[in-house]
Every structure is written in structure tokens, then in C-alpha cells.
């Protein structure tokens, strides 16, 4: 089985919450939590690469191996693509790993299912990548004043609605994303071939700020607390009716 290595990007200097990756739910650190739920996952090996010693060594407590990540590529402006170039660079010079996944700490109830998943669409769909996202049925719109409304539907026909039965629209849950190395090398994560791990709502809950965290405190008790029988995989993939896998292939490419 060819590697295809887990990195958890986790900085030292979060701004929105101060040491935001060493946050614990349920008595477990977000940075640790993630690095266990990797090393449970078929990604290998895994990796935290982090500008503080702190966090590496949390990362080394849930079975990860830590790497040290550059002051060059730690700074508020490095973009997640640059310091995934940086990671593919420092731990694999000799380019024995043609493909990597970007693991995002700040989501507490990702699943090992959820990365299974995307290992398996990217080794077998014949894809340059693969996103985790959560599907949308809203009605969604931008603002731009047009010298009448400041508000411009994005499907101004509601109608569509009623025929179509469900939208076919995603939001990015950042969790996970899988794909080549050469689309890192370009600064990219997400190429023309992008295969889509579907999240629920609840498991694809982000922590930007305080609020988040403390709202996904609340939840640990029933998400991470026998959480397979509060939400399995068929209600994970509910959303009206059951999607398949073709379903999301046509969704993420078209």
C-alpha cells in the first residue's frame, strides 16, 4: 500500500484564540486528538509540523511524528499551500511521497472514517484530489448594490428549487485535503479531478473563536462520548436522501 502521509499544520501563534491547537475537548487537546485519529486512519505515516516545541511534543503524545516548521513559512500571511511545500521539502527530499493529505487540527468531531474515505475515493477514482465539504441546501446570494437591492441571489430562480429537490452545492469544511504532490508544488490543494468526502453539519464544526469552542465543548459529551451511536454513517450522509459516491464525483467536477 503506497503512503500517503497525514500533516497537521498546527502554528504556535493563533491569534482568535491564543494557543487555539492546544485547546482541550473532553480532556484531550484538538492537535492530539487529531494526531490519534490519524494514526487510527490508513494515512501513513503522520506528521505535526509546527513552529512550537509545545505542540510537537502533544502531537509526539497522540502518536505523530513531529517536525519543526521554519519561521519563513509561520508568519499570519504563509498560505496552508506554501507550508505544505515547505513539509514535502523538509521530511521527503527524495519525492517518495506522491500525495498528501492536509489534516486540519481545529476539527474536533472529524471521523477516522472521514479519512479512510478520502484515501480510498483518491487511490481508486483515479483523482488529483479529494476535499471534505459539507453539503448546502440554501438559498445563497452576494452583496453588491446594483442602485436597487444590495442583496443578488446566486440562482435567482427559486423555482429550481421545487424540480431539482436538493442543490447541488458544497461548503469546504477544511477538515481534510488529499492530493499530489504536484498540485502542492503549484500552490494548489484542489485540482481539475477533486473527488468530495461528505461531512455532516455536526461533524464538520470548525473552531475560529471562542464561541466555536466553547459551543463544541457542549457537544463533546454526544459526539465524542459513543458518538458511532449518536450519529452513524448513514445519518453522517443525510441530507434529504442517500448520495452516492458518482453523485459526489459529478458534483465535485461539474
Known amino acids: 500500500m503506497e503512503d500517503i502521509p497525514a500533516v497537521i499544520l498546527a502554528r504556535g501563534g ?31 505515516p503522520v506528521y505535526v509540523y509546527s513552529d512550537s516545541t509545545e505542540i510537537l511534543e502533544e502531537g509526539q503524545r497522540g502518536g505523530a ?29 527524495g519525492e517518495n511521497f506522491k500525495a498528501a493529505a492536509m489534516v486540519q487540527c481545529t476539527t474536533p468531531f472529524l ?10 475515493l483518491f487511490v481508486t477514482r483515479e483523482c488529483d484530489s479529494v476535499v ?25 430562480l427559486r423555482s429550481l428549487r421545487q424540480t ?7 461548503l469546504e469544511s477544511g477538515a481534510i485535503y488529499l492530493a499530489t504532490r504536484k498540485l502542492w508544488e503549484i500552490g494548489r490543494r484542489i485540482g481539475e479531478k477533486c473527488m468530495v468526502v461528505s461531512m455532516s453539519w455536526w461533524d464538520s464544526l470548525e473552531i475560529d473563536d471562542p464561541v466555536d469552542l466553547e459551543v463544541a465543548r457542549r457537544l463533546a459529551s454526544l459526539f465524542l462520548e459513543g458518538s458511532e451511536d449518536c450519529h452513524g454513517a448513514e445519518i453522517e450522509e443525510y441530507d434529504g436522501q442517500m448520495q452516492s459516491e458518482d453523485e459526489e464525483a459529478r458534483t465535485a467536477q461539474g
Request: hydrophobic share 35%; glycine share 6%.
Open 14 to 44: 493563533s491569534k482568535g484564540i491564543p494557543r487555539k491547537n492546544l485547546m482541550e475537548i473532553a480532556g484531550k487537546s484538538l492537535v492530539r486528538r487529531t494526531a490519534e485519529l490519524c494514526v487510527e486512519s490508513d494515512l501513513n
Open 65 to 93: 511524528i513531529g517536525l519543526m516548521r521554519p519561521e519563513e513559512v509561520s508568519g499570519d500571511k504563509t498560505t496552508s499551500e506554501e507550508t505544505m511545500l515547505s513539509f514535502l521539502l523538509k521530511a521527503d527530499p
Open 111 to 120: 471521523k477516522v472514517r472521514h479519512l479512510n474515505k478520502a484515501r480510498r
Open 132 to 156: 471534505a465539504a459539507t453539503r448546502m441546501i440554501k438559498y445563497l446570494g452576494y452583496e453588491k448594490f446594483n442602485g436597487h437591492s444590495a442583496f443578488i441571489p446566486l440562482n435567482p
Open 164 to 170: 431539482m429537490g436538493r442543490w447541488n452545492q458544497w
